[in-house]
Each structure stands twice: as C-alpha cells, then as structure tokens.
C-alpha cells in the first residue's frame, strides 16, 4: 500500500481566437478499490466552464465542457491525494473486447512473424514478462519520433516510438498471443510527462506491465484512463470553430506521502 | 410549428427571397430587351454588367442572352441564381412545405425548357408565373409572419439592390423600402442588423414619402441597403 | 391498374415536381437524379401479410433483444449460442456503447429488412437494416401522387393506405423523447438521401438540423434556436455511426456533434437509432438471426434467412469450397450492394482466386445460395418486361413494434442482374398491402 500525491496540469493555447469549443476530459485518476482518492481538486480556466461529469464505457471518469464564446487558452489542473493498493481489487471491470486487436492495434505480417520468433510461453504473466523485456530490447524510445495517431503497425516497422507506441506494440502482440490486453494511461512516481503502459488480463485481475520502462506498473502508478488503446482514452479531446493553431504544454508529478 | 428557428434557416430564408427576387427582376427586365432585339435594337450589355459589378466576357449580345440568362455553367447567369434560389429553398422544405418549394423546382425546370425553345419569352412568362404563384404560396400557407418577413426582407433588398443598379427612377424605390421599414420594424426574431444602415433608409424612406429627393448618393443607399442584413 | 399505367408520365412528371431524388457521387462529383419510378406495383395479398407482418415483428424484437444484450450481460455469447468472436470483430461493434441503456431499452427503432419472394412462393430475409435505412419516403410520395393522377385505380382497389408513416415515425420519436422537440440530423444537402430527410421533417413535424444547427452543453442536447436553445429529446440521426460525434468516434468528423454521446449515454436524449446497430445487421451474424429468435423468444422463426454458409465453420467451408461457382459470396464488410459476388460469373482462375481468399480470411466471407426470385412486371416502353426486384420493410419501434403497411419495393433496370440498389441505377415500385375485401 502506498499513499501518494499527485498534480497535473495541461495547458492547451490557440494561435488566433476561437469559439464553439467543446472538450472531453479524461484527467481524473480513475475511481477504483485499489485505487482510493483521498482527496481531489479540478480548477479549469476559463473560469466558469460548466462541466459535466461522466463515465465512458470503460469506467473512466469523463468531464465535458463547452466554450462558445471567443477564448485563446484552455487549461485544468488537477491534483489531489491517492491510496494505492493492489490487494485491495475486487471485481475489476473487464470487456470481452480487449481480447481483440483494435484500431490502433492491428498486428501486421511483420509482428505475427515476430511473435511467433519470440516463442513466449507459460502463464500470461509470464509470456506478458518476457514480451515487455523483448519489446524494450527491440524498440528505441525516441521522443517526437511518432503522432498521437500512429498505429502498432507503423510504430514496430519503423522500430522506434514513445510510450503510446510501446504500449500499442505491447497490447497488439498480448491480444495475438491470446492474453487480453488493455491500454492505461497515467501518471507514474516522478515528474514529467503523462505516461502509457499496458494491463494484461489473468485470472480476474488485472496486472500492468510498462514495456517502456521494462518494469512492472506497479502501485507507484496512478491509472486515469483505460481503453482498448489510445484512441479510447486519451487525456483531452477537443474540437472548435476557427483556423488556429493548438500548442500544448503539460506537466504531471507524483510523489510518495511523507 | 410556432417554435424558433436555426440561424442557418434564417440565412436561408433570407437568400430564398433574394435569389427569386433575382430570377423575377432580372427576367423581366431582360424580356423587354428581347423584345426590343427583334427590332434590331442594339443593347447595352457592356454597361449592364457594369452596373452589376460582374465580369463582361461576352462577344456579342446574342451570347450575352444566352449565356446570361440560360447558362448553368456562368456563375453569375440568371439560371444559377435559380439554382441558388431552389438549393436555399430545398433546406427549407419543412419549413416553408413541399408544395410550396415544388414552384422552386418547376421554375428551375421552366428556365431549362425555355432554354431549349425558339420563343423564349413564353418561358420568361412561365418563369415569372411560377415565381408570383411561390410568392403567393408564401403569404398563403406560410403559418409564421416572421418567417415569410425573412423572405420578403431578402427579396426587397435584391429588387432595391437591382432597380438602384439599372438606374430606376426614385419613385420606384418606394415601395421596397416602405417594405424594409415594415419588416424591420415587427421582427421578432434577431436577424443580425447594420442599425447605421438602417437609420439610413428609414430616413431616405420618409423623404421619398415626402416627395423629396433622396438625400445620399445612390450609391451609399446601394451600401446601405446590401449591409442592412449581416446575413 | 390499366388507368395508373396509362398515366405513369402524369406520376414521373409529379416526382420531378417535388424533386423526388437521390444524390449520387460519381469520379468525385455529386450530382442529383430522379429514382426512376415503375406505375406497376408490388401487390401483397392481405393473408401473406399477415404472415410477413408477424414474421417481421418476431425478427426485429429478437434482434432489439440481442442489440440490448450484447451491450449489456452478452449471455447469448456466455450461453455459446453465437461464437464471441463474430460480434467483437465485427467493424459494427462499438465499444464505446457498452454499458449504454437506451430511453425504454430500444435500439432499432427504425428497421429496414430486406426480402425477396422465391418461386416457391415463400419470402426469404436478405439483409438486416438497422443503422440508418433509408426509402420509405419514396413509396409514401409515390403514393400520394399516383392517387392524384389516378383516382379510379384507387377507388376499385382495397389497398392499405401507407401515407401515415410520418405520424408513425412521429409516435416513435414522441415515445423515446426524453422532453424536447424532435429532430431530424441530416449530414446535410449533399447526402445521397437529402430528399428523404427533408421530407420526413416535414411528414413528422420535427425539425431538420445539421451539425452546426445542435451543441451539447451539461450532458444535454440543444438546437441553436435564433433566440434561445431549445432541449431536443429524441434525434433521429441520419449520420453514421463513426461520424456522430467527433469526440467520441472519428475525431476528423465535421458533421457531427461533440459530445452527443456524453448526452445519450446520460439518457438526456433518445438516439434514433441507437449507435452500435451495425453489429445486429453485420452479414456474418445474419446467420444467427434464426437462433436469436429461438433464444430470446423461444419461438420458431416465422421469416426464413436465405440458405447461408459460414465458412468460419468447417463444414459449410468444405461446402463453400466445393459449391463456390453456383453460390454468391458476400463480403461481411461491404454495403449497398458492394462487395456481392456470383460465383457463377467468373472464370476458372478469378474462382480460385476467390477460394483462396474465403480461405485465407473465413470470418470475412459469407457464402449463400442464389435465390430464385419472382421477377416482377417492369413497365418498360410500352411494354411488360420481368426483373429481379426485392423489398424493403420498415419495422417502427416504440412502445409496440409496428410493420408499415408499404414498402420500398426496389427493382434492377438491367435484365441480367441482382443488384437492385439506387445507388447502382435501380428503381422503384409502391408496394400495396390489400385490404382481406
């Protein structure tokens, strides 16, 4: 059992004006046994942004939000307090569909070839292991190298990617070696940048594995979304009127309770 | 239906009344012109499409006629504005009711016929025969006045538009401007309006009323009467 | 029926004039043309309708029951009846709707199921429509405007009137309506069924919108009324699944609405109908319809499925295999007629090319046999000539399940083909329910 704390905040800025904006968030850490919220604090900006709270078909927590009137920037904060404890899970949510390739995560001939080279073999958690330390040998982590929008496929054939892309690889070759597989993101202990990692399905549990980091996702990770892969989850979602261009800038940070 | 409508109908709305004032202003005026070619009258084309601010590509004034009028492919012939006219029309098929947008159809249908005829000017009839029967339709079975004022607001403004553009003596601006007063005046709904361009034509208004001449050039009224509507 | 022949240009004319079309893309361009109009119509005796009404019925509740149970408990899957993978690979399944409870659980409220009548008299389900079918404006136009020109026809024959389908489709929306008005959500006027959205506006009395006319603010759905928002209770969406909101589904989407879905899954707003059908009419789970109904109702299937091979199983593999020059094969991801091949029509080398390919991707592929089917008269200058044509029922559910006493009977111009959809040049027919005098 660990008690940590948290904050992340995203900053989103538009080159001209625009209206009509509507957004999705997924920031908040996902309510669940073995993750306890002890407390919680949201602020958006623009001030007086009336959200609406929700849960998506994976059990996120969703808020939405609408700005029609002009604006440059839209940014949240969250932060809070969390009791991890992974003894503590009971009837974790699970959709039959994580046992099938998704969108982004259709195996190409390439990576069927390569799964079958790996010859995993064992528990799902054991081929779950050896397939994260294969990936992390196999794959270079290059930021920028890859967009939000690039698939499993794409990522393994050119052999270098970010998290998303590890985790998408990670996921698409779990699913075809018959282990369901989910996509997380989240924070992890320290500071940065959000991260991805995986949750493979065994015995009605879920176990998380983080093939970027070739370590275990274990309770110093705080899960905000899950889903089939990115697409289903990401952090932000927005669409607006208007021809500017979006800059982000984001900044998370976890650290142990004293 | 007594219930608000989008802005995007609005818009409609108001284009609908334009294009078909477009289609019946500018067929009319042409016919006399066709008429008067039998004559061997020479017809001032060049200037025509001056006055309309649109491009004169034209070799001669059969081609003018021609393509002018019939031509689908001429962005500004009178056949596109009826185009125009029924695409604004067919967005509003419940609003304004499927037996009243069939008269947008047929003067669409009625154009390409007469395009094909030796005696177009009984097409031009046919043409402004259905468009006085859609206006009809309008006022008659069109439950909501201020959705019909939308349509007359945008046909006044390209009549006014068009009679200060062909030159058309004062007097006959009068009546479309008492109408755009009138409109104006009892809209319920927040059509986006120019105030300045308004004052501007309720005044001329009032001195054509009076008798008097206008008292802004013609084409500041011209200004006015296109930026009244922010639409 | 000799007097509606003798004015069948009176009809066409009267099409034109309320511009009874359908749009259609051609190298990139679009363009709109009249859906050719055939005076004869399809005649359906009152007793055969009884059977098809109640067939139709039956078939559509299990398949609402199916829709509700795949998104909710999956027992049919649990209980083995349908092998899991058929729905979770299929592109119709959205995972995005699981869990979603629809406003009095319905989630095809709008059902067009397609049929053909063999020689041998019975009627066979060709196709499930439960996305977003669309035809049933143009037998309802039709109608109206053949009474006009040919009053006698009408007079000496006990046809059921068809001409309510817009107070039925209103009594849906009205039944499903969470509070708020009712609208119709075109993608907009270049959608090849343009006409059809209009119109159903105007017989229903909703009101028609496109993306930019609607917005959601606090989970709930407005339409941007010039003066004040108004709450839209039920939308019948004639948008696709993947574009409906851009926030949910494709996020390149223009002519959705941003956080529709965050509403419906609320239960701010009915969804007309509900996002996720696609894996009720996908092809492969077709097959299963016939197990649906014994599973959820305990009942035999009254509508019979044309005879179909699964080459997912073995045996109908090793049918498929032998049989593949007398069968048609169909790609389950492929609609409106795309996709459909006739084993019969190709050459030795394009039959082994097509084996290869069942064989490399079976879940892909569905084999059946080649129906017989009545052709139907066709007035064609002058003369009768026979084609292939099918039907398109419409099945309204709301609080009771409802069979439009109509249809969309479409009809192939070309005498060689099957193919009898609009958008590959075929036409259509009203189809009369007589009355039992």
């Known amino acids: 059992m660990r008690e940590l704390n948290f904050q992340f905040s995203c900053q989103l800025s538009f080159s001209e004006s625009v209206t009509d904006h509507a957004f999705l968030l997924r920031c908040l850490p996902r309510q669940a046994r073995e993750q306890e919220i002890l407390s919680l604090n949201l602020q958006v900006v623009p001030e007086g942004v009336q959200l609406f709270s929700g849960r998506d078909s994976f059990g996120n927590q969703t808020m939405s939000g609408w700005v029609p009137e002009e604006h440059r920037d839209l940014s949240y904060q969250v932060s809070g307090a969390i009791c991890r404890d992974d003894m503590q899970e009971e009837a974790p949510e699970y959709l039959p569909c994580f046992a099938y390739p998704s969108a982004m995560t259709k195996p190409s001939p390439e990576m069927s070839g390569y799964l079958q080279e790996l010859e995993l073999t064992g528990s799902p958690s054991q081929k779950a292991q050896a397939l994260a330390e294969a990936l992390h040998e196999r794959l270079e982590y290059v930021p920028g190298s890859t967009s939000i929008y690039t698939t499993a496929a794409e990522a393994f054939r050119q052999g270098i990617g970010v998290c998303q892309d590890f985790a998408h690889i990670f996921l698409a070759l779990a699913r075809l070696a018959g282990i369901p597989a989910r996509y997380v993101c989240g924070l992890p202990m320290g500071e940065g940048a959000t991260h991805a990692w995986a949750e493979i399905w065994q015995d009605g549990h879920w176990l998380g594995y983080d093939p970027t980091r070739n370590r275990l996702a274990d309770e110093t990770y705080i899960t905000l979304a899950v889903g089939r892969d990115y697409g289903d989850c990401p952090i932000e979602r927005g669409v607006f009127h208007g021809t500017a261009l979006q800059t982000q800038q984001a900044f998370m940070q976890v650290w142990e309770k004293e | 239906m007594d219930h608000d409508i989008s802005m995007t109908k609005i818009n409609n709305l108001f284009w609908l009344g334009r294009y078909s004032a477009r289609v019946d202003t500018t067929i009319r005026y042409l016919a006399k012109w066709y008429d008067s070619m039998l004559d061997g009258k020479v017809i001032d084309f060049q200037h025509f499409c001056q006055s309309l601010d649109i491009p004169c590509n034209y070799l001669s004034a059969y081609q003018f006629m021609r393509s002018y009028i019939f031509e689908k492919k001429n962005p500004d012939s009178v056949r596109s504005a009826a185009e125009a006219m029924l695409g604004n029309g067919m967005v509003l098929r419940e609003t304004i009711g499927s037996n009243t947008l069939s008269y947008l159809q047929m003067t669409v249908y009625a154009m390409d016929k007469a395009a094909v005829t030796t005696n177009p000017w009984l097409g031009f009839q046919k043409v402004c025969d259905l468009l006085m029967a859609f206006a009809g339709r309008c006022d008659v079975y069109i439950d909501q006045q201020c959705i019909r004022d939308i349509i007359k607001c945008g046909a006044s403004v390209e009549r006014l538009s068009l009679s200060i553009a062909f030159d058309y003596p004062e007097k006959a601006l009068l009546k479309d401007l008492q109408k755009l007063v009138v409109y104006t005046g009892r809209m319920v709904l927040p059509l986006p309006m120019d105030e300045d361009a308004l004052a501007l034509l309720q005044a001329q208004e009032e001195r054509l009323e009076w008798g008097d001449p206008l008292s802004v050039s013609r084409q500041e009224l011209q200004k006015a009467v296109e930026s009244l509507f922010q639409l | 029926m000799q007097d509606l022949l003798m ?431």
């Not at chain 3, 009809?11 to 749009?23: D, H, I, M, P, T």
């Not at chain 3, 609080?399 to 075929?426: E, I």
């Open chain 3, 7 to 437: 004015h069948k240009d009176q009809v066409n004319e009267q099409l034109a004039r309320y511009g009874v079309k359908f749009g259609i893309y051609k190298d990139g361009k679009f363009n709109e043309r009249l859906f050719p109009f055939d005076p004869i119509p399809r005649q359906i005796e009152s007793r055969d309708y009884e059977i098809l009404e109640k067939g139709l019925r039956q078939r559509v509740t299990a398949l609402n029951l199916f829709l509700a149970d795949i998104y909710g408990r999956k027992r049919i899957l649990r209980d083995g009846i349908i092998p899991e993978e058929f729905v979770f690979r299929s592109p119709g399944y959205l995972a995005e709707c699981e869990g979603i409870t629809p406003p009095k659980g319905i989630y095809s409220h709008i059902s067009g199921i397609d049929l053909v009548l063999g020689k041998d008299g019975i009627w066979y389900v060709l196709e499930d429509n439960l996305r977003i079918p669309s035809g049933a404006s143009y037998p309802l136009i039709a109608r109206r405007l053949c009474r006009n020109c040919s009053p006698r026809t009408f007079r000496s024959n006990n046809v059921r009137d068809n001409r309510n389908y817009g107070a039925l489709l209103k009594q849906v929306m009205d039944e499903v309506n969470t509070g708020g008005i009712n609208v119709i959500f075109t993608p907009g006027r270049y959608n090849a069924a343009y006409f059809e959205h209009s119109y159903l506006a105007e017989q229903s009395g909703a009101v028609l919108a496109e993306s930019a006319d609607l917005f959601v603010e606090q989970g709930v759905l407005y339409y941007k009324a010039s003066r004040d928002p108004v709450k839209v209770g039920a939308v019948y969406r004639r948008v696709s699944d993947e574009y409906l909101d851009p926030l949910c589904f494709e996020p390149s989407s223009l002519i959705g609405v941003p956080n529709l879905m965050d509403a419906y899954r609320a239960g701010n707003v009915a969804v007309l109908n509900a996002p996720g059908n696609g894996v009720a009419d996908d092809k492969g789970i077709y097959y299963f319809v016939p197990k649906m109904i014994a599973y959820y109702l305990e009942e035999e299937p009254i509508l019979h499925n044309a005879p179909t091979f699964l080459p997912y199983f073995p045996e109908d593999m090793a049918y498929t295999m032998e049989h593949i020059g007398e069968l048609v094969i169909k790609d389950v991801a492929e609609a409106g007629g795309y996709g459909v091949i006739f084993g019969e029509n190709l050459s030795p080398a394009e039959l082994e090319k097509l084996k290869e390919a069942v064989r490399r991707e079976p879940r892909r592929f569905i084999a059946q046999t080649v129906i017989d089917f009545q052709d139907l008269p066709i007035w064609e200058d002058g003369t009768q000539v026979m084609r292939k044509a099918d039907l398109r029922a419409f099945v309204l559910t709301g609080d009771k399940v409802r069979v439009w006493p109509s249809g969309l009977t479409r009809f192939s111009r070309n005498p060689d083909s099957f193919v009898v959809n609009s958008s590959q040049g075929g036409g259509f027919k009203d189809t009369w329910i007589m009355t039992s005098r």
